[in-house]
């Protein structure tokens, strides 16, 4: 059983960057197990239900949202190599430069999902690390292939961490017994043309007319299921692993309703680390990795999945 620690040790050992980062990722495992506990108890500590305010993007925030919130902030500003923080539910970047000469941004959706929290659905907490040349407002909004480092951790039927470094995707599972993240699957590759078709249907009659088209197309003629957990990170596990299309796209006809899903804290990680398992994932039509954030809170259509899948997809759109 290889141990994330020892993994940490001695796979990703190359450079004192490498070493740096790896304390990262160490503290946001540490961190979701924190969340993990809070999940566990949370319809016994009242932590279930709203906490009486909006976000920036006018979404109620739930309890829960605001514990995992604090909890990242708390251990990830404690790190002696990150710098800035953005948060999905904070209104602008967070400065945690203070006496530190250099470092890391991450970007992270404290909980995602929120509407399972009350009914014991999956839930996850994604993130995403990246340099900084020292304008830590400007610089998160680098494009994707700038990631050092992006993943999620998803609380479900058990508790995961996957990520990546840019060499691979590994997942980790929680060993409830030893309290350790324990490798499970090495180097994920997404299965090709397989895999369930995953978006919610309610968009499609918002949606450009071509565009809807090709995702009715999608779902005819590959004759696959659909599935629709509501938390990203849950959809994209599953994807990850067994192949398919996830999508949520803007919407209106000339597509000037940005979707829903956020670029730094959602699409950028999420859309790589499909790319880094073999796959394809598009943000507003276009390649992730080289598309540039305009803002902080930025909203983006969302398509990605396994190559052959995605393919098809296109080709419905020429
Ligand atoms: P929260 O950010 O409020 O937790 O919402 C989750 C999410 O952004 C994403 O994880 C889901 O794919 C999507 O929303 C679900 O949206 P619907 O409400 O349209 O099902």
Request: with cysteine; net charge negative; proline share 3%.
């Amino acid at each position: 059983m290889t141990t994330l620690s020892h993994y940490l040790m001695t796979n990703l050992k190359e450079s004192a960057h490498q070493q740096e980062l790896n304390l990262i990722i160490s503290d946001l495992a540490n961190v979701g197990k924190k969340i993990f506990h809070e999940v566990q108890r949370s319809g016994l500590l009242d932590l279930h239900g709203a906490a009486g305010a909006q976000n920036v993007h006018e979404d109620e925030v739930q309890k829960l949202d605001e514990r995992s919130n604090e909890l990242v902030k708390e251990v990830l500003s404690s790190n002696e190599h990150v710098i800035g923080l953005a948060s999905e539910e904070e209104p602008d970047v967070v400065d945690v430069s203070e006496g530190k000469e250099s470092g890391y941004l991450v970007a992270f959706d404290p909980l995602d999902g929120s509407s399972n929290i009350d009914i014991n659905m999956p839930i996850g907490t994604i993130f995403s690390v990246l340099p900084s040349a020292g304008d830590i407002a400007n610089d998160f909004l680098q494009a994707a292939e700038k990631q050092l480092a992006a993943g999620y951790i998803l609380y479900g039927s058990s508790t995961v961490l996957v990520f990546s470094t840019g060499k691979g995707v590994d997942e980790f599972t929680l060993d409830p017994d030893t309290g350790e993240f324990v490798l499970t699957t090495e180097n994920i590759s997404i299965p090709k043309d397989t895999g369930y078709i995953s978006y919610n249907p309610y968009v499609l009659p918002k949606m450009d007319e071509k565009r809807a088209e090709a995702y009715n197309n999608l779902t005819q003629q590959t004759g696959r299921s659909m599935r629709w957990v509501g938390a990203m990170v849950a959809d994209i596990h599953r994807t990850l692993l067994k192949g398919g299309f996830f999508a949520y796209p803007s919407v209106g006809t000339d597509g000037n309703y940005k979707g829903k899903l956020r670029m730094q804290y959602e699409a950028k990680p999420l859309g790589w680390l499909v790319e880094q398992a073999g796959g394809r994932c598009l943000l507003d039509g276009q390649p992730v990795g080289t598309l540039k954030s305009t803002e902080l809170h930025q909203k983006v259509s969302v398509e990605m999945g396994d190559t052959g899948t995605m393919q098809l997809f296109e080709s419905f759109l020429d």
